[in-house]
């Protein structure tokens, strides 16, 4: 591929310079560690650096975009790492299957999904994507080339799921799907005015819809303070009406010099975006892609964050402290002047994942995004890092692209029994700034 030092940015807009790239054909040919540290490189939709090598090299996986068996009977489906979930849902939903968990994008690939063990709105059902992942080849850098399941290999399979990358590079994954009676979802919206009324309704709607997510009014104060939607959803069952085709994406069209996302900007969408849900909280039928993918119509929708790029922010908190915890946060952003986008926030079910590094936990998770603004950001992303960790929380490192070591080992004690699986020739930028190494 590309022996010339190149520059890659994250999701985010971060940079990693001097990457060498590699297409999976090349490494696997020679994957000596000699040669320098290498990452596995999907499709770039993680938000900070843990899809990041700089100065190292980076295998860019999406070579790897063969679905290379699917049992319509069983629905168990193994394709090779660097298939997009999109390109997956156009062969499987047809089908009457759909993954078990999914992310907010359709533009991850398989392999990034295992690695970052990713969790969608039916945390409280279904787990993390791991837990649906029955087997997947991994390749070392000695040129062990081992199959992973639960009973084979099962160290590495654990360390690998939600490993970031760093255990190998993973060259097929077997996924159990699960059935589906339509492509459409019945969803239901119900507006509420403050956080207890939401953790009154998540609990009340995690007890009969297999998807739970609210959006945060993050700019509301005083009697507004916590307002938001919140949507529900089941798979909808089978129909003879002919389904609605889903709308065209649409390019972001332009690249702004500086943020479009302000307080100003901001206010106007809130009020707009709440006036546009319906206020009653019959179920309608809707195309799967607008529930869980609302952000994919819009194509590089995070050039409106401007140059500096954006800076997400997601934390995990044990119930018995989600409610305090998820207000001084607000409260915190609110002080600070900044305004988030995407305040998302879920509650996480008590589902164990298979995976060392897995991210969730029983509890509440919140999602809070800003342009980044520099020192001005980072302090108030360190305060919230505070925050979390002091409720007994963690922050999701997928999504992170400046916690310090001492808030990964915070989030992650384990992280030194998970060390002992990284493979000597994979690192990432992520992993060197939290580990030192």
């Known amino acids: 591929m590309n022996s010339t030092p190149s520059e890659i940015r994250s999701w985010g807009g971060l940079r990693a310079q001097d990457s060498v790239l590699l297409s999976p054909e090349d490494w696997l040919t020679d994957p000596s560690p000699q040669r320098g540290p290498v990452l596995a490189h999907g499709n770039g939709r993680s938000y900070g650096d843990s899809c990041l090598n700089d100065g190292g090299r980076l295998i860019m996986a999406r070579g790897l975009d063969r679905i290379l068996a699917f049992d319509r ?10 298939v997009l979930l999109a390109d997956l849902l156009k062969v499987v939903v047809p089908a009457g299957w759909f993954p078990p968990v999914t992310p907010g994008t359709c533009f991850v690939t398989i392999g990034g999904a295992l690695a970052n063990d990713v969790h969608g709105k039916n945390h409280h059902r279904a787990g993390t994507f791991g837990r649906h992942v029955r087997a997947f080849e ?3 850098s000695d040129g062990q080339r081992l199959t992973c399941a639960p009973d084979i290999n099962g160290a590495l399979f654990a360390a690998t799921i939600g490993g970031m990358g760093l255990t190998g590079l993973i060259t097929q994954v077997t996924l159990q799907l699960m059935p589906v009676a ?54 909808a069952p089978a129909s003879h009406e002919p389904s609605g085709r889903p709308r065209r994406s649409l390019p972001f069209p332009i690249r702004p010099p500086v943020p479009l996302i302000n307080g100003l900007t901001l206010r106007a969408f809130n009020m707009l975006y709440r006036a546009a849900q319906p206020r009653s909280p019959e179920p309608r039928r ?152």
Request: aromatic letters at 12%; a neutral charge.
């Open 182 to 235: 339509s492509a459409e979802m019945q969803q239901e919206t119900n507006h509420f005015d403050g956080l207890d009324h939401f953790f009154a309704i998540a609990a009340e709607s995690d007890a009969t819809h297999d998807y739970t997510v609210a959006w945060i009014d993050a700019l509301a104060s005083g009697s507004g303070f916590g307002r938001g939607v919140f949507f529900r959803a089941n798979h």
């Open 286 to 437: 809707i195309a799967y892609q607008p529930f869980f993918y609302p952000l994919d119509r819009v194509r590089n929708w995070n050039r409106a964050y401007g140059p500096g790029g954006l800076r997400q922010f997601q934390c995990a908190i044990p119930m018995a402290h989600a409610r305090d915890a998820v207000e001084e946060m607000l409260r915190r952003t609110l002080a600070a002047g900044e305004a988030s986008f995407l305040t998302v926030l879920k509650l996480f079910g008590d589902v164990p994942s298979p995976g060392m590094m897995s991210f969730p936990i029983a509890g509440a998770t919140l999602t809070l995004d800003f342009p980044n603004r520099g020192e001005r950001t980072a302090k108030l992303l360190d305060e919230l890092d505070r925050i979390a960790l002091a409720s007994g929380g963690r922050v999701n490192p997928y999504k992170d692209a400046r916690m310090s070591p001492a808030t990964f080992e915070a989030s992650f004690p384990q992280w030194r029994a998970f060390a002992a699986h990284v493979d000597p020739g994979f690192s990432s930028s992520f992993w060197r700034r939290v580990t030192a190494g």
């Open 138 to 140: 991994l390749v070392r």
């Open 73 to 82: 009977i069983s629905g168990l489906v193994t394709c090779e790492a660097g």
